[in-house]
């Protein structure tokens, strides 16, 4: 059925109608599409200019180094013009003596460390050879020692054999001894004296010896005129000079002179090696030192004393025993190994100043008698 002709008029205007609302649909699109578009774009571009804190303190910081490296070139950077050649120079020699001054103590230094080496080589050197011989000793004195226990120990199973095969032995006889009885001697009585040393006797008489000292001692003083100020008095060096080069000598003994405390002329009495009474002679009585020694002390005038050393008390115990016999007081005084009797001179000879009186003081009190027999 055919249209009516105003409905082909009406339906002109719906294709513009469409074709306008087309239009403006795909505009919208155009539109949604382009607004979905830039905000990506701004999304993306506010993204990448983000600027973290840690980057802008080192741009900050490489900032810095620029300009301060600027400022540097600039101080570097000056002008020909105002040069200072001749300051510069002055600078340029100090500076090289300076350089100069450190290579000589680098040198110096370098020089003191290798001595220091070379001395401690040479210490850990000898160190080493005294190790050495203290291990070559050691092991010597360790060999002699094996040897010497081994030895020993032979010796003492010997000892042990004869032991056993030996016999009871019966005990000797038991000997007589007195207790000793220290007290003074007899009033008047003077003493004898003996040193017994290298197990010999020698007979002490002094006497001769001390005046012999004395006559001398003042020959030095009026020889060299020691004693020409009172107040002064003898001059200890000097005088010690002279008299201890002097020497003396009898039977028995050599006399050595010395001055004690500076003060007193002393001499001093050393047996002569060899020129003793023997023991065998102290035990036979038809020897000299009994017919002429022993025979003829007088034990009411006199008593025996003997100053005995450690290597002599086999010829003490003999001489001790002839005088028991002959009833003859006597006592002993044990001494040190190296001692020696040291006796004054007479004549009141005293060296240095005189001392001074003292008004105030008391007079000694009388000494007591020692006790020197037993």
Not at 3 to 20: E, I
Not at 98 to 124: H, I, P, T
Not at 339 to 358: A, C, E, F, H, Q
Request: hydrophobic share 35%; net charge negative; aromatic share 6%.
């Amino acid at each position: 059925m055919r249209r009516q002709k105003d409905n082909d008029d009406d339906g002109g205007l719906d294709s513009l109608l469409d074709t306008m609302t087309n239009v403006v649909g795909i505009l919208v699109l155009v539109l949604i599409v382009t607004q979905m578009s830039v905000a990506d774009v701004v999304s993306r571009i506010t993204e990448e200019m983000r600027v973290e804190p840690e980057q802008v303190e080192a741009l900050n910081e490489t900032l810095r180094a620029k300009q301060e490296e600027r400022a540097e070139l600039e101080e570097i950077l000056v002008d020909p013009l105002d040069i200072d050649t001749q300051r510069q120079m002055e600078e340029l020699k100090k500076k090289k003596e300076l350089l100069e001054r450190r290579r000589r103590l680098l040198e110096e230094d370098k020089a003191r460390e290798q001595n220091q080496f070379a001395m401690k080589q040479e210490e850990d050197r000898k160190k080493a050879e005294e190790n050495e011989k203290k291990i070559a000793e050691s092991k010597k004195n360790r060999d002699e020692l094996s040897k010497t226990i081994t030895e020993m120990t032979a010796r003492q199973a010997e000892l042990e054999a004869k032991l056993e095969q030996a016999s009871n032995i019966k005990a000797p006889p038991a000997v007589e001894i007195t207790i000793p009885d220290p007290r003074p001697a007899p009033p008047n009585s003077k003493p004898l004296l003996f040193v017994c040393a290298e197990n010999e006797l020698f007979p002490l008489d002094p006497a001769d010896l001390r005046k012999r000292a004395e006559v001398r001692a003042k020959a030095i003083i009026a020889r060299y005129k020691l004693d020409r100020d009172p107040e002064k008095g003898i001059d200890p060096e000097a005088f010690t000079e002279h008299y201890q080069k002097m020497k003396d000598r009898n039977d028995y003994f050599e006399a050595e002179y010395f001055v004690l405390n500076n003060t007193w002329p002393r001499i001093r009495l050393i047996p002569r090696s060899g020129s003793g009474v023997k023991e065998q002679e102290v035990t036979n009585p038809r020897s000299r030192f009994h017919t002429q020694g022993v025979a003829l002390i007088d034990r009411t005038k006199f008593y025996t004393r003997f100053f005995v050393l450690p290597d002599s008390h086999e010829i003490y115990v003999a001489a001790r025993s002839a005088l028991t016999e002959a009833q003859i007081l006597s006592g002993w005084e044990p001494q040190p190994e190296d001692w020696n009797y040291v006796t004054s001179i007479p004549g009141g000879i005293r060296l240095g100043p005189p001392p001074k009186p003292n008004p105030n003081a008391k007079p000694a009190p009388p000494a007591k008698p020692a006790n020197v027999i037993d």
